[in-house]
């Protein structure tokens, strides 16, 4: 059982690979989960980033490679001797148990004192504040609700690592805004590690200090939210992370990606800033969003692109407007794009 | 759409001559266990309590309600345990057509003709000397108690998250700790409503009973069959109602400990 430290612990995933008879779901990820940071592992549903968390967690077993926890190699260790503590989807609450039953579950099976129990219960429930709703039944309680129950049930115990399951998709807009706050608070003040897994992009920059980016099996990047969105490796990585314009290279299997707001939009045959590398695409709207204007843009292969600016010429107003779209090679990322069929 | 004032009498009145005709002729039993004539004659002319003061008095009547009980009860507890065991098992098997056709075995008894499950079984017994013994007739009737069983906790097993249990595993929980305190009381509604109807499948059971009978051990139905075949008095109508009164409230609080399971998963 892991002593109750003030540090998380750190996973080192070495080559874990997870076959199906009909599909590979992990194919050979290794990942260094440093001690006590927010990793957030993001990608499309099917690209094996629950798989990952499924394997971390043992409730499913490796095909190949190995798991450390703080150095002690977990593979073989059952899922309950493990002291990781697990947050789902669907809450997984006791519907037979009430909510302190509930939180108090993983330490009456550590055999703590009765009393103990209940300090530490009743401290949860006052933390997620929920005091006073100890003795409801979880289909009593919201959504919500019953996920910070779950969340309290979860770290009750001390866990040096938390394991969360896209723990917000069951709830709507608002809700899930104000727990993702609360997460990232909690986060804070215990100072574990969490493992977080979202589908969601704008949840995984929101609160992470870095995400591991799935796609069909590997990790296609691991960075903060800003390398990734700066500086992106691979093309999914690119359009699965914020928007953007990606322009082929005329020759060769490269292109550009280029954010928002590092491109440039000018009147056809104007002159292009030194050293600056140019396009010709077709305005299709502008919208002003009063921070500046929002540019809808298609390039001569019929794919679309964003840019963002303060103002432009007049000129360039209207619907469906030829122009020079610009960057500097040096504000944007080229990466490797097998052209499109 | 709104149902007009004429058709919904006419819909009323169809529903109350197909109740009456489905309950009447169980209902007719209750009067006639109470008349005062030593005929079954419908309707009864006076009423007295004497044919339930008779059966209580005749040891032959309270010996079969005695074995009628105790058999139910054995068979209930039997085909409960076995009908869990049997309902995890295939929850377990990763097979999933392997448990398809196990789970078909299992149901056989309820589709097979009884007859022959009869013959069969008292072929059996003659060889194995089981005929008119208490655990031939516990054997016997927890083959036709164990499809009730498994149907209803394979359904409240249906209905319950496997996910609690990976839950409770994350909290430190061992697999069997996580059985008994997480699995079990999510699924005991549905093993509670599926003992009651292996109870009462065992308790109005007539004709295995009648292969497998003897003259010292006899169970309620099997002795009503034979009371009726040499004279027809009303101590057969009290002994009537009391099966339907003890079948009755058992299957109405089975029913409604399923159907509350059901309303459970889906909250």
């Not at chain 1, 949840?203 to 990047?221: C, H, K, M, P, Y």
């Not at chain 1, 077709?282 to 809808?296: F, P």
């Amino acid at each position: 059982m892991p002593a109750s430290s003030n540090r998380g612990a750190e996973i080192y995933l070495d080559g874990v690979t997870k076959r199906y008879p009909t599909s590979l779901a992990l194919d050979d990820i290794t990942l260094h989960v440093r001690a006590g940071e927010f990793l957030t592992l993001l990608g499309p549903s099917g690209s094996g980033k629950t798989t990952l968390l499924n394997l971390i967690a043992g409730f499913i077993e490796l095909t190949a490679g190995s798991i450390h926890l703080d150095g002690r190699r977990i593979n073989d260790v059952p899922v309950h001797k493990r002291g990781l503590g697990i947050v789902f989807q669907h809450y997984a609450l006791f519907p037979h148990l009430t909510v302190s039953d509930n939180i108090a579950f993983p330490l009456t099976r550590r055999k703590m004192p009765k009393e103990q129990i209940r300090e530490l219960v009743n401290a949860e429930l006052a933390t997620a504040g929920l005091s006073g709703y100890g003795k409801r039944f979880p289909r009593e309680l919201s959504g919500g609700q019953q996920q910070r129950v779950a969340l309290a049930r979860a770290l009750v115990f001390k866990p040096e690592v938390l394991l969360l399951d896209e723990p917000l998709g069951a709830l709507d807009k608002n809700l899930r805004e104000r727990l993702q706050l609360e997460i990232r608070r909690i986060h804070r003040e215990v100072g574990r590690t969490f493992v977080f897994v979202t589908h969601d992009q704008e949840e995984a920059l929101t609160l992470s200090d870095r995400i591991a980016v799935f796609n069909e099996g590997r990790i296609e990047q691991v960075g903060t939210a800003q390398e990734l969105y700066e500086r992106p490796v691979s093309l999914f990585v690119a359009e699965f992370i914020g928007e953007s314009t990606v322009v082929p290279e005329t020759t060769g299997d490269m292109a550009w990606v280029i954010r928002p707001e590092k491109a440039k939009l000018l009147e056809p045959h104007s002159e292009v800033p030194g050293g600056c590398l140019t396009a010709d695409v077709m305005i299709q709207q502008s919208v002003y969003l009063g921070s500046g204007w929002k540019h809808e843009i298609v390039l001569p292969d019929n794919t679309t692109g964003v840019v963002r600016s303060d103002r432009i010429p007049d000129s360039l107003h209207g619907v469906n407007i030829p122009a020079q779209l610009t960057w500097h090679p040096s504000e944007v990322t080229r990466v490797s794009a097998p052209k499109r069929t | 759409m709104r149902t007009s004032l004429p058709t919904k009498i006419a819909l009323w009145a169809l529903a109350v001559v197909v109740s009456a005709w489905l309950v009447f002729p169980s209902i007719i039993v209750i009067p006639l266990s109470f008349t005062d004539k030593a005929s079954l004659v419908f309707p009864p002319s006076g009423w007295s309590p004497r044919w339930y003061e008779r059966f209580f008095s005749n040891p032959a009547w309270t010996m079969a309600l005695g074995n009628s009980l105790l058999i139910g009860l054995l068979v209930a507890v039997l085909a409960t345990i076995l009908g869990t065991l049997a309902a995890f098992s295939l929850r377990a098997l990763r097979n999933r057509s392997l448990a398809n056709a196990l789970k078909l075995g299992l149901l056989a008894p309820m589709i097979m003709p009884g007859i022959i499950i009869a013959i069969g079984l008292y072929a059996l017994f003659l060889k194995l000397g089981w005929v008119g013994t208490l655990h031939g007739f516990v054997f016997a009737h927890t083959v036709l108690a164990l499809p009730f069983t498994v149907i209803a906790i394979t359904v409240g097993l249906a209905g319950f998250d496997a996910q609690l249990e990976q839950a409770a595993l994350s909290l430190g929980a061992n697999p069997l700790s996580t059985f008994f305190w997480v699995t079990l009381p999510n699924v005991l509604p549905s093993m509670i409503s599926g003992a009651l109807f292996a109870f009462v499948t065992s308790f109005d059971e007539v004709l295995l009973s009648l292969f497998i009978k003897s003259p010292y051990l006899n169970t309620l139905p099997v002795l009503m069959y034979s009371s009726v075949t040499r004279n027809t008095d009303p101590t057969l109508a009290a002994a009537a109602t009391l099966i339907m009164v003890i079948t009755t409230v058992l299957v109405i609080t089975g029913l409604i400990l399923s159907g509350r399971k059901k309303h459970a998963s889906v909250l």
